[in-house]
């Protein structure tokens, strides 16, 4: 019996060294990390100073118009949130990601467009360059671009294929110097106004996700051009649309990584961008419980404020939880990859959490402002729309599951896990039954 | 030095600004329980809104080639550090910090503050001083002129518009004032107090803020100065105003006028 009472620990410690291995002990020093230091503080004042002073007045109105906001990116350039993670010898600002992630999220609070247009061209087209680049495309490819003059694109969906990344039907064909790119690409965030786009090619399709090559293209070269804005449900003021490579000439320089890393390239660069569509999330649900809070004090029914009333802080307190707790996720994945560990599983149960809880708190928000939810004299509508693309680009829900739970299956794979004993079957009844006869 | 010259300075200036860290504008003050003063517990800090306007300008005149120098000095608890970081990452050449733990918005005053700051004035050999024209914890509005007063040097408050002019001699100031705006010209070295329209303080820059983090902060203990700290005045309460009573219905006008003669006291 003394035995058994023993192994039972032993067990735990073997789990406590295996998850030390996935990053459990580092966890420890993330436990401060809901409060942020006096940089990301600071990083937090000034963009949220800056969404309200500039985003707040404009955003209603950029949205209705389907209008890009240029003199918002502009300033957004000059202030370098234009380049956030890129690092200060290329123009950028060398933020840490956590930084960043806040930095997004107040953006996001002020126009959910803006704060789309900043993620993608951070997370998805400077952080491509940086990481897979050779530095002699750096001054035509990332200065100008962590400096806000140009914006970049994020090509790898196809009409054909979008979770199924690696079914690319664009292909890559050598030639002497470089590439020439031919096909299509869908729903690219910055297009029309990009200067360049990461477009992903497939050099053999019969190698599958392997034959996937990553270039960085010039929207200016011969060839290339842009399909129609596309007309969309919500982040309108950010122009999103199909790029068009009509064999597209690519000199070997602007090749990203190595040929055949291209899956890989997208994999990992879709894992940073998750913590920033993770934090636009947070900041329509911000957005959505500060309207929902203020009009619920303001507005009087049964002859008190609504916010007195248990149904809208039933509502009210969901909302905070579920936006609290995917802030943490968020901040979490950002500091995992701060700290150079493997963060695609917390990036994905980021993006899941805080995409779920923007679309949750903009849907109680109109709730909660009733009919002044449905008209676009509030915010809430726009909110409502905004959030429910974070569900979808980037990764989709689904995917965002499937890579959550694959992480999951191999930390339990590397693990033996001790379950609790069932209790015997007849002992106890056979005890019991011996006490009454003595 | 290509940059003073174009603005026809043959030695550019050293500018020195006072900040301090006060109640964010934004938050709802609350008297405490005690009603010995206002409620300061996890209550949100900033830099006074007039110091930013005050930091902007300094910072603007190094732009220009007016300035070389901007030194920025806060007086108060450790966490006046936070503020002088934020006046880092504005632009501010160098910050140096006086540490003290007597309360800013009661304990330490005016006068005081201006000796302090003369102590630093002092030490810095400034050409030109700017504060804020008053914190909003406070709303003394007199540490500027007293500050002025003990260094002997002309002063302008109110500033709306600071213009340099004699190769740095002397300054043109329009200030604002209740009857309206006064342009007055004043010698070098001279202090400024900057009231609201002087400027519109620019959000700091991100490679700005992680440049802040790691420049020096120097720091000197109040006690250490050799200055008077003791209280000029005693705060025997701080309580909220009391609510506006409702209106009354007046009969005619003859009623209006006679109370707005008798009981307003405005006719």
Same mark, same amino acid.
């Given at each position: ?438 | ?21 006060? $109640? ?46 901007? $030194?920025?000095?806060?007086?108060? +608890? ?16 160098? $910050? ?34 700017? $504060? ?83 420049? +020096? ?28 009573? +409702? ?21």
């Amino acid at each position: 019996k003394r035995g058994s009472l023993v192994l039972p620990i032993r067990r735990g410690a073997m789990a406590m060294r295996a998850m030390t291995r996935c990053g459990w002990r580092a966890s420890r020093r993330w436990a401060s990390f809901g409060c942020l230091n006096e940089t990301q503080e600071q990083v937090r004042e000034m963009t949220r100073g800056f969404a309200e002073s500039a985003l707040f007045p404009v955003a209603a109105e950029n949205d209705k118009l389907h209008r890009f906001p240029a003199e918002v990116i502009r300033e957004l350039g000059e202030l370098g949130l234009m380049g956030c993670q890129v690092s200060e010898a290329w123009g950028g600002s060398g933020l840490d990601t956590i930084s960043y992630a806040v930095a997004v999220e107040e953006l996001s609070r002020g126009c959910a467009s803006t704060g789309a247009i900043v993620s993608v061209h951070n997370s998805l087209y400077c952080d491509s360059v940086q990481s897979y680049g050779r530095e002699e495309v750096f001054e035509a490819f990332l200065r100008p671009f962590a400096q806000g003059e140009k914006v970049g694109c994020f090509g790898l969906s196809e009409p054909g294929n979008g979770s199924d990344a690696a079914a690319a039907s664009c292909v890559a064909r050598r030639v002497e110097g470089g590439w020439r790119l031919s096909g299509t690409k869908a729903w690219t965030t910055n297009g029309i106004v990009g200067s360049a786009a990461v477009v992903f090619a497939t050099f053999d399709k019969s190698l599958g996700h392997k034959g996937i090559s990553a270039f960085v293209v010039d929207t200016g070269a011969d060839g290339f051009s842009f399909g129609a804005p596309e007309d969309k449900l919500g982040i309108r003021a950010s122009t999103t649309a199909s790029l068009i490579l009509d064999d597209v000439f690519v000199p070997e320089a602007q090749l990203l990584g190595r040929e055949g890393d291209g899956f890989k390239i997208a994999m990992k660069i879709l894992d940073s961008g998750r913590v920033g569509i993770a934090a636009q999330g947070l900041g329509i649900a911000q957005a959505s419980i500060d309207l929902a809070v203020k009009y619920a004090a303001e507005r009087n029914a049964f002859g008190k404020p609504i916010a007195s009333l248990y149904a809208i802080q039933h509502k009210l307190s969901d909302m905070a939880c579920r936006y609290d707790s995917a802030r943490l996720l968020t901040w979490r994945a950002a500091a995992a990859k701060d700290d150079a560990k493997p963060f695609s599983k917390h990036a994905a149960m980021a993006k899941l959490a805080a995409s779920e809880a923007a679309t949750f708190c903009a849907h109680q928000a109109i709730q909660i402002l009733g009919g002044m939810g449905f008209v676009s004299d509030m915010p809430a509508e726009r909110y409502y729309r905004d959030a429910r693309i974070t569900e979808i680009y980037e990764g989709t829900s689904e995917i965002m599951h499937l890579v959550v739970a694959t992480n999951l299956l191999k930390e339990y794979a590397a693990l033996d896990i001790a379950l609790p004993a069932a209790p015997p079957k007849h002992a106890h009844h056979d005890h019991a039954l011996s006490h009454a006869a003595a | 030095r290509k940059v003073s010259q174009r603005a026809g300075m043959s030695k550019p200036l050293r500018v020195l600004v006072g900040v301090k860290r006060v $109640v964010d504008y934004a938050v709802r003050v609350r008297v405490a329980a005690d009603n010995k003063g206002v409620e300061l517990a996890n209550v949100k800090m900033s830099m006074n809104p007039f110091c930013e306007i005050a930091c902007e300008e300094a910072i603007r005149l190094r732009e220009a080639g007016v300035a070389g120098e901007v $030194v920025a000095v806060s007086i108060g +608890p450790k966490q006046a550090a936070e503020t002088l970081r934020s006046a880092l990452a504005m632009g501010v050449d160098r $910050v140096i910090q006086v540490t003290t733990d007597l309360r800013l918005d009661q304990e330490l005053q005016p006068l005081a503050t201006a000796r302090l700051l003369r102590a630093i004035a002092e030490k810095e050999e400034p050409d030109l001083i700017i $504060v804020g024209k008053q914190s909003i914890d406070g709303d003394n509005g007199t540490t500027g002129p007293m500050l002025a007063e003990l260094l002997d040097w002309p002063q302008a408050t109110f500033a709306s518009k600071l213009e340099v002019v004699d190769d740095g001699s002397a300054a043109v100031v329009e200030r604002e004032t209740d009857v309206g705006t006064e342009t007055i010209k004043l010698p070098l070295p001279a202090l400024i107090s900057a009231d609201l329209r002087l400027n519109t303080p620019r959000y700091p820059k991100l490679p700005n803020i992680m440049k802040a983090k790691k420049k +020096p902060i120097e720091t000197l203990d109040a006690a250490d100065l050799g200055v008077d700290l003791d209280l000029a005045n005693l705060v025997l309460s701080v309580n909220t105003p009391p609510p506006r009573p +409702p209106g009354v219905t007046v009969a005619d006008v003859d009623q209006l006028v006679d109370k707005l003669k008798n009981e307003a006291a405005v006719l």
